[in-house]
């Protein structure tokens, strides 16, 4: 499919790439995703809610670093 | 005794009375005085009362009362109160079993080192230092073989704030930690300023940590005997020997408190402040002897 | 009887909150803003306190499993029934089988839903309200998750007809700045005036770590008045000898990152608190969010009434314009 799908958080928080500080990143630029799969997960209210993607696709690129503090509706990564 | 009453608006729905900046039996004595009369008189529009350690606090509902006149109410009663002879204090000698330097505790305790004054120390060498003592033991002895006065029932549900009853120099004092925790096991043992306290449920705390009490301060179930009438066992007025126990101890406690048959070891007893104020020592042996013998 | 089938995050049944229990440490709890709480009572013709759904940031997904009258008030999380968008601030019905979800959230913070008869969970000290530290009240005292089944109760009082609105007047419009007007008072006097004057000035960012428990600022650190520390209070100079913090009261531990208590907040604690939110503007801390920025304006205790009884009477306006609806 052409175009690029982007990913977009649905709340605000702080934005983490990992699982924990210890483990490897949820996915990596350049790496394929199908839908459901997790590619972050952002932190408010001592929540953690996982960010999925819906679309099946390679992860082109993040717009966001990990620990960064996002706005709702910002977006995360982009899936080509 | 001269007490430098503060009164200050909270928002529109509270009023905050500050009755000394510095914690003392007395400023404790006066503020339960004050808010028992308070509540007693059931004026219309008081929502909530919130006694403190040398404070209090009223709840309103400023479309029936107005905060001034509150004020002026309070200022009458408290002038009442103010050479506490006619207040009697309904209290319950209450038997609390502590297990100190405990591995759960101790686990936290390691866990947060780099939000301490001394991360070199554990929270209770540290105390027992700067409070100037050669040893843990001799702290422990301290805070165990003179009971302790619940000032304080807040922070969250059942936590009691207590002061110990003895003579101010020999009161112990320690800072609370650099960063609060985010967390702090239940019925963690632990001393911030001039309080100790009992953490009723897992949570953040910015207290030293020393040890665990075996028997619980919160009860959200109401299973055990002495949870029937609220959730929440320690009452404002209360006195608290924390007794130092070993692990079988704790153990056998803990199955107890399991099994749901754990009961406080407790005794009720009335007194005046005066009869604090005039020798705190001699004071805290006679309720331990009423606890323990009579 | 609703099923739940996404949980949203932190999503709660609330009541008007159970208030008389700080001798024991008990919080209030309740409907954070409890005008667009009240509102959506009314809008189904409840009365006064039965317990409603408040859902924060990302609302959850529901399934009716009856017919039910129901109404969407608060922040906006757009809504949607089965997959069509609906009204907020109006009377809605739902046949069994319907679904309920929410769009990203527009403005706003949280989103209430009021159902006829209310949400029927036991009632812990005169309250239904979630109080989740505890784990008591609401729905087994947490938060909802996903399969959970709610009950409707018995708690309406009034048939409302079936597309009644509010006056557009009457809407809250949140945008990303907030004026959230203060009574300064407590403790201020350990702030030094420079410090009180910019804790004024300063336009504050709301952290991510902003909750029913309290929302945590960023901005200028805060200087006390050096002094030696009361017996009791500990060391730090933002500490007292512990005392009771009132509901919307803002504290700044060490100087850094104020914190304005809510309704799930701890009852007291040792340190300074210099200013409490007026009772009227905790509808409008209560929906804030992360990143969005705040200053504090201080207003004198009559200026508080006064906005409190305009307030009031803007509910009363809308209560009428409900029953002349009808």
Not at chain 1, 37 to 57: A, L, N, P, Q, R
Not at chain 2, 36 to 47: A, D, N, R, V
Not at chain 3, 37 to 54: H, I, T
Not at chain 3, 281 to 291: C, P
């Amino acid at each position: 499919m052409a175009g690029n799908k982007q990913v977009v958080s649905p709340l605000p928080g702080v934005f983490y790439r990992k699982p924990s500080p210890e483990e490897e990143e949820f996915v990596t630029e350049g790496q394929k995703v199908k839908p459901g799969d997790v590619i972050g997960i952002v932190e408010v209210m001592k929540s953690f809610t996982e960010i999925k993607s819906e679309v099946e696709g390679i992860v082109s690129k993040f717009t966001v670093e990990s620990e960064e503090v996002i706005d709702v509706g910002q977006v995360i990564a982009e899936i080509e | 005794m001269y007490l430098a009453t503060r009164y200050e608006y909270g928002g529109d729905e509270f009023l905050f009375v500050e009755l000394s900046e510095e914690m003392s039996l007395e400023a404790n004595f006066t503020a339960m005085a004050i808010t028992k009369k308070l509540s007693e008189m059931e004026i219309e529009g008081i929502q909530d009362i919130c006694p403190s350690n040398a404070s209090y606090m009223v709840r309103i509902d400023p479309d029936v009362i107005k905060a001034d006149d509150l004020i002026q109410e309070l200022k009458r009663i408290e002038k009442s109160v103010e050479n506490l002879d006619n207040v009697e204090i309904q209290s319950r000698l209450v038997d609390v079993p502590v297990l100190f330097e405990d591995p759960w505790t101790h686990e936290t305790v390691m866990r947060f080192r780099e939000r301490h004054q001394d991360p070199e120390s554990t929270d209770i060498e540290y105390a027992a230092r700067i409070n100037g003592y050669d040893s843990k033991e001799d702290f422990i002895e301290a805070m165990t073989s003179s009971p302790f006065l619940v000032s304080m029932i807040g922070f969250v549900p059942g936590l009691p704030f207590c002061f110990q009853i003895v003579p101010r120099e020999k009161a112990i004092e320690v800072p609370k930690y650099v960063r609060p925790r985010t967390f702090t096991p239940e019925r963690c043992f632990g001393f911030g300023g001039g309080f100790s306290v009992v953490y009723p449920v897992d949570g953040a705390g910015g207290y030293q940590m020393f040890g665990i009490s075996a028997s619980p301060v919160f009860d959200g179930e109401q299973k055990l005997p002495d949870f029937q009438d609220s959730m929440v066992f320690p009452r404002q007025g209360d006195i608290f020997r924390y007794r130092r126990i070993d692990r079988d101890e704790y153990d056998s406690v803990r199955n107890q408190v399991e099994n749901g048959t754990f009961e406080y070891r407790k005794k009720d007893m009335s007194f005046t402040p005066a009869e604090v104020l005039k020798d705190p020592e001699a004071f805290s042996q006679m309720a331990l002897r009423r606890l323990y013998n009579d | 009887m609703i099923k739940v089938l996404k949980p949203g995050i932190e999503a709660t049944v609330q009541d008007n909150g159970r208030i008389g229990y700080y001798e024991l440490g008990m919080p209030p709890s309740g409907a954070m803003d409890k005008f667009s709480y009240s509102v959506g009572n009314w809008l189904v013709g409840n009365q006064d306190g039965a317990a409603s759904l408040e859902a924060t940031y990302m609302g959850p997904a529901l399934e009716f499993q009856e017919d039910a009258t129901i109404a969407l008030t608060g922040g906006e999380l757009p809504p949607k029934v089965n997959g069509k968008s609906v009204s907020m601030w109006e009377t809605l019905k739902v046949k069994s089988g319907d679904i309920l979800s929410f769009d990203f959230v527009k403005n706003g913070a949280r989103i209430y839903l009021s159902v006829a008869g209310g949400i029927n969970v036991p009632e812990i000290m005169g309250s239904r309200s979630t109080y989740t530290l505890c784990g008591i009240g609401g729905f087994e005292g947490r938060s909802l998750k996903e399969g959970d089944t709610l009950h409707i109760g018995n708690d309406q009082q009034d048939d409302v007809k079936e597309g009644t609105k509010v006056s557009s007047e009457f809407v809250p419009q949140y945008t990303k700045q907030h004026e959230i007007r203060v009574v300064v008072g407590l403790c201020s006097y350990r702030l030094t005036e420079h410090s009180l004057q910019n804790f004024l000035k300063t336009e504050w960012t709301v952290t991510p770590e902003a909750n029913r428990v309290g929302y945590r600022f960023k901005g200028e650190k805060v200087e006390f008045i050096p002094r030696e520390q009361p017996f009791g209070a500990g060391s730090d100079p933002s500490n007292v000898v512990d005392l009771g913090y009132p509901v919307g009261s803002i504290q700044i531990p060490g100087g850094v990152e104020p914190i304005a208590l809510l309704n799930d907040a701890v009852t007291g604690g040792g340190y300074v608190t210099v200013a409490t939110i007026t009772s009227t503007d905790l509808n409008r801390i209560a929906q804030t969010k992360t990143n969005e920025k705040v200053k504090f304006e201080s207003v004198t205790l009559n200026q508080a009434l006064e906005e409190r009884n305009a307030h009031r009477s803007n509910l009363s306006k809308i209560k009428d314009s409900i029953q002349q609806q009808q």
